[in-house]
């Protein structure tokens, strides 16, 4: 398993509307040395099935579940634990990135 340079932590929660735009502009960053981790909060919209979209079709992205609701803070945490990359940002899952973003923070 290869660690990735940067860890960009998702935490979600009924975000079904804005994710994909956010996970869209994660996907075509050209910095390409990252993982995604979207970590649902229990969402009772279609976020979970948003995150599982990009999970099943780029390698990059994982989606994480809570069982039970656990908050912003707590649920940032969780997402956090799931890093693995050397350095780590947070993405709200309602925002987007320019496409060098990621290389510049690099």
């Given amino acids: 398993m290869n660690t990735p340079r940067i860890s960009v932590l998702v935490p ?3 975000d079904a509307e804005f994710l994909p735009q956010g996970l869209e502009s994660l ?3 050209s910095f390409t040395d990252f993982e995604v981790i979207v970590s649902d ?4 919209d279609a976020t979970r099935d948003v ?5 099943q079709s780029d390698a990059r ?7 039970q609701n656990l ?6 945490n969780r997402a956090l634990r799931e890093a693995r990359g050397t350095f780590v940002v947070k993405l709200d899952a309602d ?3 320019r496409q060098d ?3 510049a923070l690099a």
């Fill in 27 to 29: 996907r075509t960053q």
């Fill in 12 to 14: 979600a929660f009924n």
């Fill in 101 to 103: 973003a990621l290389r």
């Fill in 71 to 76: 908050g912003m803070t707590r649920n940032w």
């Fill in 41 to 44: 909060d229990c969402s009772s």
């Fill in 95 to 97: 925002d987007a990135l």
């Fill in 51 to 55: 995150a599982k979209h990009y999970a």
């Fill in 61 to 67: 992205f994982r989606l994480v579940t809570n069982e």
